[in-house]
């Protein structure tokens, strides 16, 4: 890279922003150039769909960095523009403008499933990936009564919690048996479920939606059973596709190497669009927070130069009512030891591999444990269920006993 180089990073969300101050912190100086759709600065979005969603949280704290910051960093934002095409000379930006780059990464996050059924159309149906997004589900909900959300994952679970929080009826119609039973298994599933029956959610599981109704605005959901449920609005959250239209990949992820880089030299790829081939899991693609902060700094400094691979564990949470989920690892398997009370509702459970690998660990009020686990799973260390559910060891000690 002769001269002031250009690193050009494509999509303005948490990945893509905190690459982009990484750079800056690690010393770079050459040209950066931050492009994104959404028209607002970098921001988080797990408080889209909980804090900010129930009006506990101003927007501006939602922002990564101020616009001073990224004034005063020198970063060349391109806000509410969209990248048409990529190849190794450059990006195309959607008024044919082309930007040479010397290193470029794709930061282009998810896209959210659409629900094709009779009536999806409907105003007052929403989706929920954008601040706008979050601020017109509000602002229909504090003049509401009920709502119907489809799709029980941790979007559609933390959307109920939080409508049900702010005053409304809120029923839940989901494809699988209980909640979140694709992501934490059927048995921790229905915990989550007790939690929210508790808090008087309406849930209907292993139903689909056959259609919304209403004259102009969503009435009512009828499902797949034929029952009608009157609803003054209805949230749709049943998953997401990476939006990798600047390269291969599909609806699966971006393939990347282990430290990020994709088959394209130069070209990286960080957060939720990446399928990253994880020297610990294989190939993965993680939606979470944690994972878009982490992938970006581990991106800039890729660009730089690093042949470090990614190998974090991977992180994340979910705050449902008065309760909090955590998560270590990126899947479940049928082998469970659980520490703590199901029934009381205070737990972490770890799940193997066949070989006796400890690969994940789900807490419900129990995040240490979660945290102390995550480097057994990083370093795939074989534990003994015995001492995985007695309370009384602490996991630290089974790390360090494996490095002798």
Not at 64 to 79: K, Q, S, T, Y
Not at 176 to 187: M, Q
Request: aromatic share 6%; proline share 5%; glycine share 12%.
């Amino acid at each position: 890279m002769a001269g002031r180089p250009t690193f050009a990073i494509v999509g303005a969300g948490l990945a893509g922003g905190t690459a982009a101050a990484t750079l800056r912190e690690e010393g770079f100086d050459g040209r950066i150039v931050l492009l994104g759709e959404d028209p607002e600065l970098p921001y988080e979005r797990p408080p889209l769909s909980k804090r900010y969603l129930r009006g506990e949280q101003p927007r501006e704290e939602l922002e990564i960095r101020p616009l001073a910051w990224w004034n005063e960093h020198d970063v060349e934002l391109r806000l509410g523009r969209r990248v048409r095409g990529l190849d190794a000379g450059g990006l195309e930006l959607d008024d044919g403008e082309r930007i040479a780059f010397d290193r470029a990464l794709l930061a282009t996050g998810v896209r959210n499933r659409h629900l094709d059924v009779p009536g999806a159309d409907l105003e007052g149906i929403h989706q929920l990936r954008r601040i706008e997004d979050a601020d017109r589900l509000r602002a229909h909900a504090l003049t509401s009564r009920s709502a119907v959300i489809v799709g029980m994952g941790f979007i559609g679970a933390e959307v109920a919690a939080s409508l049900r929080q702010l005053g409304l009826d809120v029923t839940v119609v989901e494809i699988e048996g209980t909640a979140l039973e694709r992501i934490l298994g059927p048995e921790l599933g229905r915990v989550v479920e007790a939690i929210h029956r508790d808090h008087g959610v309406d849930l209907r599981f292993g139903r689909r939606v056959a259609r919304f109704e209403g004259d102009g605005r969503v009435e009512r959901v009828v499902t797949d059973d034929g029952a009608a449920i009157d609803c003054d609005l209805a949230v749709v959250g049943i998953g997401t596709d990476a939006s990798t239209g600047l390269a291969s990949g599909g609806g699966r992820g971006l393939p990347v190497g282990p430290t990020l880089e994709s088959a394209m030299p130069g070209v990286y790829a960080a957060g939720d669009v990446a399928l990253h081939d994880h020297p610990v899991f294989g190939p993965v693609r993680v939606e979470h927070f944690d994972n878009a902060l982490k992938m970006g700094e581990h991106a800039a400094r890729a660009m730089l130069g690093s042949a470090e691979p990614f190998d974090d564990p991977h992180w994340f949470w979910s705050d449902q009512f008065e309760h909090e989920i955590q998560m270590g690892g990126v899947t479940v398997t049928d082998d469970m030891t659980v520490r703590g009370s199901l029934e009381e509702r205070a737990f972490c459970a770890f799940f193997r591999d066949p070989d006796g690998v400890l690969v994940s660990a789900v807490s419900l009020d129990l995040p240490r444990e979660v945290r102390r686990a995550m480097p057994l799973i990083r370093a795939r260390v074989v534990c003994d269920p015995a001492d995985l559910s007695d309370a009384g060891i602490d996991l630290r000690r089974l790390v360090h006993e494996e490095a002798r």
